[in-house]
């Protein structure tokens, strides 16, 4: 482990996880998959130890049996449990967690600063985050909460860890749950797109997995055009749409269907 008050250097840096669910895993495979780290700087624990040690298998990882032993030896401590497991989980270690050489970034849903100073001691450094499953693959989002309690020094290592895979999008603590909401629910709903997209093409004639490959493209390279040039979905649309031509009759019956009603809705729905 880093000494306190040594620079943190990532070829040195130890990444713990507290839970090694889904998102865990994907997080991880992205920074090892990225050149961030490497499997061996990574240790995890989780509910059922048998089945940690498959999942850490593939990237050489370290499986631990308890919460305390991660916080012990990593250097940043990634909580991936439930959010009703996060404070039983982390309040036993609060001094492990609270010393200058370790922060906690937390990926709990739900969770913000305020409702770990409940439970962690004020020196605790702690950033609260909401990730998504593309972080797996370098292309993911991390919604991030603009307020934390991280050293100068932790914060620039936060940021070289997960700027490598994800677009680190800072929001005020009020908007941590629609930002992540957009951002780690809509893979799901943009996969029943590309799946609806699919079907479409089938039903025409293509074979399914060029359906697949063609409509997941278009959505990746959709989202890459408006984050490079920066121009509104609505102008992107009209860019497509020619006077009396295909495209325009397709929004048309989108628009008969209530699409975009529809992906509103989601988003009320989750957020009640």
Same mark, same amino acid.
């Not at 669910?21 to 991880?28: F, K, R, S, T, V």
């Not at 240790?43 to 050489?60: I, M, N, P, Y």
């Given at each position: 482990?880093?000494?306190?008050?040594t620079q943190m250097?990532l070829?040195?840096l130890?990444?713990g996880f507290?839970g090694y669910?889904?998102?865990a895993?994907?997080i991880?495979k992205?920074?090892?998959?990225?050149g961030?780290?490497?499997?061996?700087?990574?240790?995890?624990?989780?509910?059922h130890? +048998?089945?940690?040690?498959?999942?850490?298998?593939s990237?050489g990882?370290?499986?631990l049996h308890?919460a305390?032993?991660v916080?012990?030896?990593?250097d940043?401590v990634?909580?991936?449990v439930?959010? !009703?497991l996060?404070?039983? *989980?982390?309040a036993? %270690?609060?001094?492990e967690?609270?010393?200058d050489?370790?922060f906690?970034?937390?990926i709990?849903?739900?969770?913000? *600063?305020?409702?770990f &100073?409940?439970?962690?001691?004020?020196?605790a450094?702690v950033?609260c985050t909401?990730? @998504?499953t593309?972080i797996a693959v370098?292309q993911?989002?991390?919604?991030?909460?603009s307020?934390d309690?991280?050293?100068d +020094? $932790?914060?620039?290592v936060?940021?070289?860890?997960f700027? @490598? %895979?994800a *677009?680190?999008e800072r929001?005020? &603590?009020? $908007?941590l749950s629609?930002?992540?909401?957009i951002?780690?629910?809509g893979p799901?709903y943009?996969?029943i797109f590309?799946e609806?997209?699919?079907d479409?093409?089938?039903?025409?004639? *293509?074979?399914r997995a &060029?359906? !697949?490959r063609?409509?997941?493209?278009?959505v990746q390279?959709? =989202?890459?055009?408006?984050i490079?040039?920066?121009t509104?979905?609505?102008a992107?649309? +009209?860019a497509?749409c020619?006077?009396?031509?295909?495209?325009?009759? =397709?929004?048309a019956?989108?628009e008969?269907h209530a699409?975009? =009603?529809?992906?509103i +809705?989601?988003i009320d729905a989750?957020?009640?």
């Amino acid at each position: 482990m880093l000494a306190k008050g040594t620079q943190m250097e990532l070829s040195n840096l130890t990444v713990g996880f507290v839970g090694y669910g889904n998102m865990a895993q994907a997080i991880a495979k992205g920074l090892v998959d990225a050149g961030v780290v490497r499997g061996k700087q990574i240790v995890a624990c989780a509910g059922h130890f +048998d089945k940690l040690q498959e999942a850490t298998r593939s990237l050489g990882a370290r499986p631990l049996h308890s919460a305390a032993e991660v916080a012990a030896a990593a250097d940043v401590v990634i909580v991936a449990v439930k959010p !009703y497991l996060v404070e039983q *989980l982390c309040a036993p %270690i609060a001094n492990e967690l609270s010393n200058d050489s370790t922060f906690v970034v937390s990926i709990a849903a739900g969770f913000t *600063l305020e409702r770990f &100073s409940s439970f962690l001691p004020e020196q605790a450094h702690v950033v609260c985050t909401i990730p @998504n499953t593309p972080i797996a693959v370098g292309q993911g989002v991390l919604v991030t909460e603009s307020r934390d309690t991280l050293t100068d +020094d $932790q914060r620039e290592v936060f940021t070289s860890l997960f700027s @490598n %895979i994800a *677009l680190i999008e800072r929001v005020d &603590s009020n $908007q941590l749950s629609i930002g992540g909401t957009i951002a780690g629910c809509g893979p799901a709903y943009a996969a029943i797109f590309i799946e609806a997209l699919a079907d479409a093409g089938v039903k025409h004639g *293509l074979q399914r997995a &060029s359906a !697949y490959r063609l409509a997941a493209k278009m959505v990746q390279g959709t =989202g890459a055009l408006n984050i490079a040039t920066g121009t509104i979905p609505a102008a992107m649309k +009209d860019a497509v749409c020619s006077p009396g031509g295909t495209t325009i009759k =397709g929004v048309a019956a989108l628009e008969r269907h209530a699409f975009r =009603g529809a992906v509103i +809705d989601a988003i009320d729905a989750v957020e009640g």
